[in-house]
């Protein structure tokens, strides 16, 4: 998020896309690598400039080393220090570009890595979850500076195996510290929930979970709900689709008020026939 809090950047790069339909098919037909199905998701939050691509990309145009990953036409690489993001994708169904380099530089980097389910299939860890970063785009025309959050994600087996319903917030305190709420719901079961908080020194310390607040509805009718003790309201809806959400809520933690980046995911939503048939509408594949 830009620091004077008017534009925000989304970027996610997949090596087996979670959200991918043409992914799920081929595990179907026993013939899915990973490797095959790599996609950079870009969101821009700008008034009058929003923009969202994800291209899914097949082996041959892909490559990765360990400062390296180029998905198609656009890369990441890593430098020792800083984390550049050069992208050119094109958005659907209408044709907008999205050209330009991002710039992370982690204030701390951290090596924290825990699962997410019982099994240990799900693993999730911020990489650097207080950074800078810098947008330089051409397309749309957007210069600012910011800060910014990294994670990681990484998996042994399909998503919907491991997973019902998934709230997940993230929020920059006043101390710089980041404090996530992984908030993770299934029938039958107890809610499994992680709450902590990554400090300016590297430390990853647990804190007590609040109460569940519920939030409205989304357009499409996703129930979500955030960790708080007090009402949460929406500051602004980024996503709505009909398994996905992401919000900018305001919250209250500690006695602090804080802006929380809030995303919600509906695993049966995801996974219904219907919305794998959406999807390739949004997102295009070259094999």
């Not at 013939?31 to 291209?55: D, F």
């Not at 919907?160 to 992984?182: E, L, Q």
Request: aromatic share 10%.
């Amino acid at each position: 998020m830009s620091d004077c809090g008017q534009h925000g950047i989304t970027l996610i790069a997949f090596v087996g896309s979670v959200f991918s339909p043409y992914y799920a098919w081929a595990r179907r037909s026993g013939r899915a690598s990973p490797e095959n199905h790599c996609a950079l998701n870009v969101a821009i939050y700008s008034k009058g400039q929003g923009r969202w691509a994800m291209t899914e990309r097949g082996q041959r145009h892909c490559h990765r080393s360990e400062r390296q990953f180029t998905i198609g036409p656009s890369q990441l690489s890593w430098d020792g220090d800083c984390l550049s993001i050069d992208i050119n994708e094109v958005c659907v169904p209408f044709p907008h570009r999205i050209r330009g380099r991002i710039k992370l530089w982690p204030q701390q980097l951290f090596g924290y890595s825990t699962p997410l389910d019982v099994a240990g299939q799900h693993r999730w860890g911020p990489l650097a979850p207080a950074s800078r970063i810098e947008v330089d785009l051409s397309a749309p025309d957007l210069k600012w500076q910011g800060h910014a959050y990294l994670d990681s994600n990484e998996g042994d087996e399909p998503v919907d195996r491991g997973f019902h319903t998934w709230d997940w917030s993230r929020a920059r305190t006043r101390d710089g510290s980041t404090v996530v709420f992984y908030d993770m719901q299934a029938p039958g079961t107890e809610d499994r929930v992680l709450s902590l908080r990554f400090t300016p020194k590297g430390t990853v310390e647990p804190i007590a979970t609040p109460p569940a607040q519920r939030l409205s509805k989304t357009a499409w009718r996703i129930a979500r709900r955030m960790r708080s003790a007090h009402p949460v309201r929406v500051h602004e809806q980024l996503e709505d689709t009909p398994f996905y959400q992401r919000a900018l809520l305001q919250f209250d933690y500690a006695g602090e008020p804080l802006l929380a980046f809030h995303e919600t995911l509906s695993v049966p939503r995801l996974v219904s026939p219907v919305v794998q048939a959406m999807l390739p509408w949004r997102m295009p594949r070259r094999a």
